[in-house]
């Protein structure tokens, strides 16, 4: 019995992942997110259940996402290739300007799919899963292009706000550009001193 190449394995299982996510994303933009079973998504590929879930463990919300590998590499990549003279929070707002909700000029299917996930709660809930599972890789990242030291927990605060920024403000603003790059300068500039600020001194 011969043995199939890794190689070759992995861009099947790449393309039967891709087509899970290209099946479901139709079937949940016809029909509603809650309206769709595994079984339909399965049967739109021609694969059985227990297939599916070889290929997507994690279940109906994590189908229309990849494993979450490209947005790892993204946003690492991100911060070791910044433009010479770029911050480190230049670069990751940079990054996020470029996601989901914050693009300011999307494609009507961008639109679609984002729409789809920030209107879907238990869509939204998985690409925050996604995110978190950024957050140890992003923190060493940091911690490297600054200088500190493994572990350090400024870096790790900095990288766990980056990674909520998207569920912090995707849901809830009408202007998600606008919020992004709101949360961005605090980031860069620190909280500024109100003028209204009580006085340290003694009435």
Same mark, same amino acid.
């Given at each position: 019995?011969?043995v199939?190449?890794a190689?070759?394995r992995e ?15 139709v ?17 739109a ?18 189908l ?7 947005r ?21 707002h940079?990054f ?7 693009? @300011?000029?999307?494609? *009507?299917?961008?639109?679609? /799919?984002?729409?789809?996930i #920030?209107?879907?709660? %238990? &869509?939204?809930? +998985? ?7 950024c957050?140890?890789?992003? @923190?060493?990242?940091? *911690?490297?292009?600054?200088g /500190?030291?493994a572990?350090? #927990?400024?870096?790790? %605060? &900095?990288?766990? +706000? ?15 550009? *606008? ?12 909280v ?12």
């Amino acid at each position: 019995m011969s043995v199939e190449p890794a190689g070759r394995r992995e861009r099947k299982n790449l393309q039967t992942r891709r087509a899970l996510a290209e099946a479901a994303l139709v079937l949940f933009m016809r029909k509603g997110y809650d309206q769709v079973s595994v079984k339909e998504i399965a049967d739109a590929v021609d694969i059985s259940v227990p297939t599916l879930f070889r290929h997507v463990p994690d279940g109906k919300e994590a189908l229309i996402f990849d494993d979450g590998t490209e947005r790892r590499e993204s946003i690492l990549a991100a911060v070791h290739e910044r433009r010479d003279g770029q911050t480190v929070i230049s670069a990751l707002h940079e990054f996020m300007a470029s996601r989901g909700p914050f693009v @300011a000029h999307p494609s *009507a299917e961008l639109r679609r /799919r984002t729409d789809l996930i #920030v209107s879907t709660k %238990a &869509l939204r809930d +998985y690409s925050r899963v996604l995110w978190v599972r950024c957050e140890a890789p992003l @923190a060493d990242a940091i *911690a490297d292009e600054l200088g /500190r030291p493994a572990n350090d #927990v400024t870096s790790r %605060a &900095l990288a766990r +706000y980056v990674l909520e920024t998207p569920e912090l403000i995707s849901a809830h603003d009408p202007d998600p550009a *606008a919020a992004l790059a709101e949360v961005f300068e605090l980031l860069e500039r620190g909280v500024p001193r109100s003028s209204s600020s009580r006085s340290s001194s003694p009435s």
